[in-house]
């Protein structure tokens, strides 16, 4: 997939690296990436920071169903390297040495969105790893090849250093060569300070205070106002660019996942609107049925409900960064007293977060009044963090990683077992660091978990619940 622009940009880095001098360059081929180019190839990794079996297992969103062994928890190991050395590095060039072409816009704004999307990629490492290599990362070409691992509050205050620097330095103008947002400056802005928000609340359990001065300032700065600002990675309806589900599931025949019984119950009991969306209903009987997280029950399709059909066609939308997202974070900021109004404001935010959710994922708010009225859905002052928690979770549908950074943060809703195994706290270093960077990555696991090892049980510096 997307193999159109990777390809360019290997070519586009290859005729740079010519030694031989003129006698092959080829002149109608430019000999260096511009920024947005380099920028354009680093927003087509953005799919797999959500397009993951590991991450909607992880958040228990879905349960093999054919040949289960993943959703068992049995392998909490991956790798990083990845988006270090692809979107990271294509970003970290653009930051240390920009290529400035007239016709791509300003360079404030190209600056803007490379800092915005090197945020959006650490915040995805380090809140699945824990402290990583951050501040000595990417200095290939300053013969760096053993960087320390930083700690993951001091990746959090770099980060955070940083969107403000992208926020405070965006100018009038937009930029070109954008496949997530065509350019506008205005709207990378309003993503910005929305990771901003979402970053200082993950940190509500560790540090209140620099979480509620983070998340007001990111406020205060303009975050997202509707969902036409929503960051979405588009796939299209080619075999180049399409859907990792479409793939898997329609090109390659493999019918091997099924939604959860705790989020079909969830929905079904609600007569939530996007259970349709979610899920399919079940062969025997075209009623909807989840399958029991750890369940080796699911080679027989027929008995349980499988992954909606919207979700996996070829063009299916990635949704990344949205404004319901935002919403449930106000509606969280205003119930913990980091901003005015009470109950009252969180109720309004967090009913307006589902509404939010219903547009974006029916394309309708109709059964909105009807949900938000429902006793496991209306908001109640004694049980409000949990309410938003677990429709923030229903809301994060697709989006394993990040809600199961929300699940670890606040507790909720609770995950199930798997073979007698808990869901892990993080996820294990690559096994190729104890051999490429052995001090650092030695160093790294005493100083977080001790005697424990590389541990898939500890918790990363934010995790208290």
């Given at each position: 997939m997307r193999k159109i622009n990777i390809l360019l940009l290997s070519a586009l880095m290859l005729?740079?690296?010519?030694?031989?001098?003129?006698?092959?360059?080829n002149p109608n081929l430019p000999s260096k990436a511009s920024n947005m180019q380099l920028i354009a190839n680093a927003q087509l990794m953005l799919p797999v920071l959500q397009e993951s079996p590991q991450g909607e297992f992880y958040a228990q969103y879905f349960m093999e169903t054919l040949y289960p062994n993943l959703s068992l928890y049995t392998e909490p190991s991956a790798s990083f390297y990845t988006l270090y050395f692809d979107p990271l590095m294509n970003l970290e060039r653009v930051l240390t040495q920009p290529e400035q072409l007239p016709v791509d816009?300003?360079?404030?704004?190209?600056?803007?969105?490379?800092?915005v999307l090197k945020a959006y990629f650490f915040w995805h490492i380090t809140d699945r790893w824990g402290d990583v290599p951050y501040s000595q990362a990417l200095k290939g070409g300053e013969r760096v090849t053993a960087p320390v691992y930083d700690t993951q509050e001091s990746i959090y205050t770099s980060l955070f250093a940083l969107l403000t620097e992208a926020s405070d330095g965006f100018v009038a103008g937009n930029v070109t060569n954008d496949i997530l947002y065509g350019g506008n400056a205005?709207?990378?802005?309003?993503?910005?300070?929305?990771?901003?928000?979402?970053m200082a609340l993950r940190m509500s359990e560790v540090n209140a205070t620099k979480a509620r001065e983070e998340f007001n300032k990111a406020i205060d700065a303009g975050i997202m106002t509707s969902n036409?600002?929503?960051?979405?990675?588009?796939?299209?309806p080619d075999a180049n660019n399409e859907s990792y589900w479409y793939n898997q599931w329609t090109r390659n025949g493999r019918e091997w996942w099924a939604p959860t019984e705790l989020m079909v119950n969830l929905l079904k009991n609600a007569d939530d609107p996007r259970l349709a969306v979610y899920a399919t209903p079940r062969e025997q009987d075209g009623t909807y049925v989840g399958l029991p997280y750890g369940s080796l029950d699911g080679s027989t399709l027929s008995k349980y409900s499988l992954v909606g059909e919207a979700v996996r066609t070829q063009d299916a939308p990635i949704y990344l960064v949205t404004y319901?997202?935002?919403?449930?974070?106000?509606?969280?900021?205003?119930k913990r007293g980091w901003i005015t109004g009470g109950d009252a404001k969180a109720k309004e935010h967090y009913d307006e977060a589902i509404k939010q959710s219903l547009l974006q994922w029916t394309g309708s708010a109709d059964g909105h009044a009807d949900l938000i009225?429902?006793?496991?859905?209306?908001?109640?002052p004694g049980s409000a963090l949990q309410l938003i928690a677990t429709q923030r979770w229903v809301h994060l549908y697709?989006?394993?990683?990040?809600?199961?950074a929300e699940v670890r943060r606040t507790g909720f809703p609770a995950m199930a077992t798997a073979a007698g195994k808990a869901v892990p706290n993080r996820q294990t270093y690559p096994a190729d660091e104890s051999f490429n960077n052995g001090d650092?990555?030695?160093?790294?696991?005493?100083?977080?978990?001790?005697?424990?090892?590389?541990?898939?049980y500890g918790k990363v510096w934010w995790d208290k619940n």
């Open positions: 005729a740079g690296c010519n030694k031989f001098g003129d006698i092959n360059v816009g300003p360079m404030p704004n190209q600056l803007g969105i490379a800092k205005a709207q990378w802005k309003k993503l910005g300070n929305t990771i901003r928000l979402l036409a600002d929503n960051f979405i990675f588009k796939n299209l319901a997202q935002a919403l449930f974070a106000l509606a969280e900021g205003a009225a429902q006793p496991s859905v209306a908001y109640a697709m989006h394993g990683f990040e809600a199961w650092n990555y030695r160093a790294a696991i005493s100083r977080q978990f001790a005697n424990a090892g590389d541990d898939p």
